[in-house]
């Protein structure tokens, strides 16, 4: 399936229904009284947070969302039924944003989360709430509240603990493919992947953490160059970035050194936040560099790019050194995810989903 990250939807709450104007007709009643009722609300928008979903392509196709609208009053003091309830099931870690302003409404980072997204309008009253000591027959009615309209813009970012990152071919298919259940396209061209791949790492019995593997960078990506520009967010949300690196490229005039310098800049374009992530440099494909070229040539690459975290070398195809990269990234997210636990408010706009609502994505 297509992956899909950003759509733009309309929805419409239902509109209460209106009050009703009637009194008692019956034998022997001369005065029988007022008895119409009042309408009833119109249906909520609801939006639920699904672990099943990872991509938005169904609102690309749904554009519009409306809820029923409530059933007007009745005679005979019967009041009017409310508007059936709609829900949007969205994936997790999707941005809810007013279209129009660009305000952030509700992030949905958790499975199960529920927000009213729309309220329906509430029910008019019929002529029996106005019946007073002084006001005996009154032909008085409301009509029904209409429910909130709203124009929605939809971005999703994935949840991944860690990120990779770098040119077309580093290698970064190959290295998801080898250490987590993700079965992404490999080919030997540039750009193979088209959309972010998810994969989940298993380190041991109830130790894992998501990997995402997204379409490959160029210089001028911050811009709109290629198609990394477009998956760059995807990064925002990570704890870990782990620069891959093709240290045997095809083309001798092609510099790894360069290109990560390219990639770099990219990053501090796009994000100064993005760029300050903690970020492994994993020097790949050095099955494929003579065995006694190997440690003067990631020598001389380390010296030259002047950098000072962590580095693994590594072969995805052989899957050499694979295993010592996979533990250390694990205790690295393990550290960061505890330290980044402290209490947190509910959000009280979330809610709980009613018993009967009914779901129209």
């Not at 010592?324 to 809610?351: M, S, T």
Request: with cysteine; aromatic share 8%.
């Amino acid at each position: 399936m297509k992956f899909v990250d950003e759509a733009f939807i309309d929805i419409a709450a239902g509109d209460g229904g209106n009050g009703c104007v009637s009194f008692r007709h019956e034998k022997y009643k001369e005065f029988g009284g007022p008895n119409g009722g009042d309408g009833g609300r119109g249906g909520h928008v609801y939006a639920v947070a699904d672990s099943n979903l990872n991509t938005l392509v169904d609102f690309r196709y749904s554009r519009r969302h409306e809820a029923r609208r409530g059933e007007h009053g009745m005679g005979s003091d019967m009041f009017g039924a409310a508007g059936d309830d709609i829900l949007l099931k969205m994936p997790v870690g999707t941005i809810i944003s007013d279209a129009e302003t660009g305000e952030v409404l509700y992030e949905m980072l958790n499975e199960g989360e529920v927000v009213t997204i729309a309220k329906g309008g509430d029910g008019g009253f019929g002529n029996m709430r106005f019946k007073s000591a002084i006001n005996r027959a009154p032909r008085q009615k409301t009509p029904g509240w209409p429910g909130e309209k709203k124009s929605l813009k939809l971005e999703l970012k994935v949840l991944a603990d860690v990120g990779l990152l770098g040119m077309p071919n580093a290698g970064k298919s190959t290295l998801i493919s080898a250490i987590s259940n993700a079965r992404p396209r490999i080919a030997d061209y540039p750009f193979t992947t088209l959309h972010p791949n998810l994969g989940v790492v298993r380190v041991g019995p109830e130790q894992s953490f998501v990997v995402a593997d997204l379409p490959g960078l160029i210089e001028g990506a911050s811009e709109g160059a290629g198609l990394g520009h477009l998956f760059l967010r995807h990064l925002q949300r990570t704890r870990l970035l782990l620069h891959v690196i093709d240290m045997a490229p095809f083309d001798d005039a092609v510099d790894p050194v360069a290109q990560a310098k390219a990639i770099v800049g990219e990053l501090r374009k796009y994000d100064a936040a993005l760029y300050e992530k903690p970020r492994w440099l994993v020097l790949n494909k050095l099955d494929m560099v003579p065995a006694d070229e190997r440690v003067a040539r990631v020598k001389d690459f380390v010296k030259r790019l002047r950098f000072k975290g962590p580095v693994f070398e590594i072969s995805a195809l052989t899957r050499e050194g694979c295993e010592h990269l996979v533990q250390g990234v694990y205790q690295q997210v393990k550290a960061q995810h505890a330290a980044e636990q402290v209490p947190v408010e509910v959000d009280p706009r979330f809610v709980e989903l009613p018993p009967d609502s009914s779901s129209s994505s």
